[in-house]
């Protein structure tokens, strides 16, 4: 870093000489110019290789991660398998050998130590294999039983491959049954389970711990304190010991065992000794873990070379680029795991989407609870600013892009950044999209400009020009072309199927030809054979078909289910009949009635139409099989982790625009699943008027990823220069330079700019927002050099930069706020709910002017009256629908953001997606969506409300309206709608088994509770209790830090000073 920082100087240095005064730049603004790029209109879908979602009813919320929040509150259990072993883990740490065992600190070789696991433990991987292929093949040959033959006529109209499959089913149900126990991850498990217990020991050590500050309080002080503090722990988890049957011995000496091995591990870091411990400096007890959540019991010969790199272990930053599927993951949650528990530092885990963060949070909770450090989840409306300091245990702070940048503020802001040990950046491309990108950018920069000593890792499948980010974090990178199931890729022209060869002439050669039997019928509806190529997978293995838009999705499904033979019908007949009335359960009763007709054949399409509960089910049935076939966009591609045997894209398009290299590797990438195909094998789709556009897609290289930071103009720059200022990083202009000097856009200024130099844009950009009001000129320092102009932020500019405003809409929020204060109506939510629905929603909204008006004319007086407020009369929507023309002019954005706040409101009201969205004929999953940019945008406001003064009514009244929004739900399921993984269709369930609150869910039993609620895996079950676990933990530890707080005598009391002295 210090390099950098002389780097920056160095070019400083060179740009001082030949910048204009600033005067001169002052005085003719071409600020214009700096205008946000092309606005990417394209409509339908998330582009998958950038991904970046946009559709054309869901438009990204700015200055939130409502863009993310496509996939809403969902979470998919997917990837995770580790929380179906926890149990086990227990039983296995109760084996006196692995207590011998996990003390042997001299041995680090971890083939030879995972074999001699596999021994003693009670699950080994091998084991675990035979136990669920056991009951796999049992559940197939039940099905095989019940497979008849297809009856003749409908021969005629299916593939012959469709014929092919049921004749192998029909003859040798053995070979289903193995094939399908190979293939298919199945979830089930006969795992025993024992006893469920709170974290007592860490509850435990803080009974024990510290009081170290205060050498001057007597004892009876004390004592006094002790005992309230004790009485208040044991009040706290009072609840949740009840249900604690008996205190295991065998726990505490684990966790004694823990803490050993921890210290050690700890000492070998700091000597950075060449030898590691256990494992890569960790615990025996991680790689532990690891085996019994993961199955993984082997690093992958990369993995471990990447962990052992010198650069890696004298902690410099880090890129390292795989394939999909590769298994970057592994390798940077040991580098965290090193950070959280032998440095004894916070981490901040930055993924794209908020799905991912719940999927993660779900994943790492257990381990979090077993190796003591908190796991927090910074998504969507969630998030503590600044996080609350810990006084004993590390925190993994898991955050979307936005919540990360606003999260590293407020550690610089509060002086807390070098707490802050390790930032990893998954899917580190993004760094070249959009104002994503440039948040992302601006997050990294700002670490790398003041914290010395915190690491960067980044990770991708995806890059090419990675000098330049190298240059930018001043990192070391680590690539391989590993991936651990071939994938084959193949293209199809007619019906002529082809494998992609880099080394023949024209990237291609002939594979073979499709071997089908049509009808005239469907060779109509099917063109493009794709009931063939789906025919010859489905149901033993999963397929996914990506399609261009997300009406093609549903057509596709529909069509495929139209010509498949009836014999699919059976094919876990019993389990698809659960996954509708999940489906219902979770809609009200609701059903879509494309989802109706295809899951009895295990199709479903997949797509941001669909609400969050919906999707997690979906996936949930695709990832054990019960669903063999998703029609996808390209959505699915975009960090899902959803495999399939056979990955089919329909078209060489993402809506209408050409497929880009990244994109398609991003979704083939999805093609073979670790540790259960052999291989996995993608075909693209082709017309012969693309094939020459296609060939060069699949021999080119992958594209550049460039800064986004100045092409976001009131997202990137203006917010970078407004948080510099604000958080008194770099003051005056000359250090605002040096520090886009330093930036990934300072590293591709050459390539970036064209006509005006980053000095110039510089002052631009700072003349730009003291023109607005946000910054304001120091005139305290008019004699210095004009390029030492230094400048404070105002009001304003504070209130938009806490509340992470986009710049482009601070001051209409300011004058609507400001409006509110002369009449807010606070006889409905209805005047709240429109302060708080987001700006760049309504300009992308185009309301249905009937419904509209059919709305407008069933409000109460009151609700009426704040349509006249905003100058939106009944007059006006009226002759809107009834299509007659309007003089007066009256503000289109108003009318529009009025239009979603009822939209809005009736959600609150009746907390019915699927009537809301009826009523209104939107998509259920865009209104949800809406509900998500809401929730996010209000808390926005919130924070916007609290630095100035004027608006201090609004706090109290906009806390509430955040977590309404957040939920939408009856009061009595936000408890436990706080646990990731629980949405309301579950939320309700639990919630009638008894199940009321967070404590209840802590302490409950996965077993009881796959007894008790419908549908819940074993896997699920365990996931919520330990996020409950790890939710009630945090918070009892939050509250102990109040106490002690309170009952710490202050530091500048009266007479300390000096008797401390005197001591
Ligand atoms: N050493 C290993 N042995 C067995 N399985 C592993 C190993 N390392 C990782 N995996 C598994 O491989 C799968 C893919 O890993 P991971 O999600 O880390 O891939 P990735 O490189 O991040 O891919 P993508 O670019 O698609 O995100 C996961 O299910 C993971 O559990
Ligand atoms: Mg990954």
Redo the contacts with the bound molecule.
Sequence with gaps: MNEGGSRIRRRVAVRKRNRPSLESIFASPTAADLQPGDEEDDEEEMMAGSRRKKTAEVQPVENNDSEEDMFGDYDSFA?NSFLAHVDDLEQYMQLPEHRKHASDLATDDLCSESDKHNKLSVTTIDNFTELKMDEHTTNESRQEDVCIEPEPDLLYDIPSSQVLYFENLHNSSNDLGDQSTKERDCNSSSHKTVNEELPQNSIEQHQQTDDSSSKVRTSSEENRRKSLKEHLKSAMTGNAKAQTPIFSKTKQLKETLLSEEINVAKKTIESSSDDLGPFYSLPSKVRDLYVQF???????EW?HTCLTLNSVQERKNLIYS?????????VAEILMLQELLCRRRDVLMILPYVAIVQEKISGLSSFGIELGFFVEEYAGSKGKFPPIKRREKKSLYIATIEKGHSLVNSLIETGRIGSLGLVVV??LHMIGEGSRGAILEMTLAKVLYTSKTTQIIG???TLNNVEDLQEFLQAEYYTSQFR?VELKEYLKINDAIYEVDSKAENGMTFSRLLNYKYSDTLKKMDPDHLVALVTEVIPSYSCLVFCPTKKNCENVAEMICKFLSKEYLKHREEEKHEVIKNLKNVSSGNLCPVLKRTIPFGVAYHHSGLTSDERKLLEEAYSTGVLCLFTCTSTLAA?V?LPARRVILRAPYVAKEFLKRNQYKQMI?RAGR??IDSFGESILILQEKDKQQVLELISRPLENCYSHLVQEFTKGIQTLFLSLIGLKIATNLDDIYHFMNGTFFGVQQKILLKEKSLWEITVESLRYLTEKGLLQKDTTDKSEEEFQHSFHITKLGRASFKGTIDLAYCDVLYRDLKKGLEGLVLESLLHLIYLTTPYDMASQCDPDWMIYFRQFSQLSPAEQNVAALLGVSENFIGKKASGQAIKKKVDKDTVNRLYLSFVLYALLKETNIWSVSEKFNMPRGYIQSLLTGAATFSSCVLHFCEELEEFWVYKALLVELTKKLTYCVKAELIPLMEVTGVLEGRAKQLYNAGYKSLTHLANANPEVLIRTIDHLSRRQAKQIVSSAKMLLHEKAEALQEEVEELLRLPSDFPGIASSTEKA
């Excluded at 795989?322 to 993951?329: A, D, I, Q, R, V």
């Design positions: 990837e993961k199955g993984i019991g082997k690093l992958y993995q795989l394939p999909t599927s590769g298994g970057k993951t592994l998954d899917e990770m991708s499948a651990p960090g982790n990438g670790a540790g």
